[in-house]
């Protein structure tokens, strides 16, 4: 382990973190709302944590082991949480330490569970940090000291082996420095092309770029309570369901799209896109179905809400809870299977479901043909043994601390199905749920405990169960 390697690149983190609150310090600054000197102290403090580490106590790694890429990752994530709350906590729009925690370890794994209301009228300078962690934190980042880190010496691959999201496909580029370019570029101006559309659909530009930020990093921080709801517009809607949809799809995908003039054809060869495409069909016209059949909602607010769940976003324009019953159990499973592999999406991800569904079926054939020789195959590629047992291995990890957590959270006094809602919607990523944290309403009525046990779902759901439990293991700090 290189300790002092860690220690000098959480300081780069951290400066790059704090150089980020400038931005809603300026907002403040014209906004004339009072934060201007809770933002810079909140900087300050971050660039002098970033300045210590780097320079005194942090040392320039000649080269990174994957066991240092997975510390990294799992540190970053709670370090940069920890200073994301400064702001909140320093501005009293948080009146607690776990509020102002909460609210940024939301922002930053991208779960969109929040303890605030009154956001109509809440300091934009607020409202854009908020959506600013989102969007920092949808592609990740720790892909984006990735990219600047060969400019410093030091190489990338462990921690983009650590950072990126689900069952990687093959890199972009050879190299993963111009891969975590490529894929913040995709990023950004996939932002740039949906604030654009917000605008010309007839948001402000604030609002416009506060939820193109949510949307691509399908985060679901809104600046208004009713959500997208507020607007009212069949348009925004729709223009919100799109860039959801492109945003869980894998971003290697976009890549190949972009190499080929766009073809829709470098989608639809791929499996798990297929998959990902049918299960939202699938999910439409069965909650579409029901819904309609009792008379409870209108198509759009049916195709937008499922899409934002089956996306992990957490965006709303009505209150999916006042559904019949059996919607909830549709929109909870698809809580569970989440976007595609490669995305800004949580959940156990497409790709995983899909093979753990073919690994099922193969042993249903191999128990009318014992001697057969059956393959698991992803598009024309056979997966290896290895790589399903692993994932039947992450459903297992999945699955049991989705039950720990929702344990802890009935021992911390949160009623049955607000804990087990409230930890699917967070270790999904997700954010709203149903019970007393549904759309409609929010967390902040759960006790301190449960705010933190649903931070550590947060943050371990973010860093999908096995770069969090490799630590636990006593080898791993081993030489």
Known sequence: MHYRGIVWILGILSLLYGSS?????????????????????????????????????????????????????????????????????????????FDALFESASGLTTTGATVLSGLDGMPHSILFWRSMQEWL?????????????????????????????????????????ETAKVLWYIYLIMTLICATAFVAAGMNWFDAINHAMCTVA??????????????????????????????????????????????????????????????????????????LGSGTGEWHQIIFNVVSIATTTGFAVSDYTQWPPGTGMLLFAAMFVGACAGSTGGGMKVVRVLLLFRQGLGEIH?????????????????????????IWGFF?????????????????????????????????????GFGSVGPASNYADLPHAAKAILMFAMVLGRLEIYTFFVLLIPEFWRK
Request: glycine share 10%; with cysteine; hydrophobic share 55%.
């Open 366 to 390: 191999r128990m009318i043909h014992p001697h057969a020789i059956i393959y698991i195959k992803l598009g024309d590629q056979t997966v290896e043994p290895a790589i399903v047992q692993a």
């Open 21 to 97: 609150m400038l931005i809603p310090a300026a907002i403040a600054v014209s906004s004339d709302s009072g934060e201007f000197l809770h933002f810079v102290f909140a900087c300050a403090l971050s660039l002098i944590i970033g300045a210590v580490a780097f320079f005194y106590f942090g040392e320039r790694p000649d080269r990174l082991s994957h066991r240092d890429g997975f510390l990294i990752v799992a540190l970053a994530w709670v370090v940069l949480s920890i200073l994301g709350a400064l702001p909140f906590l320093t501005t009293g729009i948080c009146p607690s330490v």
């Open 218 to 291: 399908i985060g679901g921080f809104s600046t208004h309570d009713a959500s997208i709801g507020y607007y009212g517009s069949p348009l925004i809607e729709t223009i919100t369901v799109v860039f959801m949809i492109l945003a869980g799809i894998n971003f290697t995908l976009h890549f190949a799209a972009m190499q080929n003039q766009f073809s829709f054809r470098n989608y639809w060869k791929d499996d798990e896109f297929r998959t990902y495409v049918k299960i939202l069909a699938f999910l439409m016209l069965s909650v579409g179905v029901i819904v």
């Open 396 to 432: 297992v990890l999945y699955i049991v601390c989705y039950l720990m957590v929702a344990i802890l959270l009935g021992l911390a006094g949160v009623d049955m199905l607000t804990a087990l809602s409230a930890t699917a919607a967070c270790l999904t990523n997700t954010g709203p």
């Open 137 to 177: 934190g949808g592609m990740g980042i720790i892909v984006l000291a990735v990219a600047i880190m060969p400019l410093l010496g030091v190489g990338g691959m462990q921690l983009f082996r650590a950072e990126t999201p689900g069952p990687v496909k093959d890199k972009l580029t050879a190299r993963v420095t």
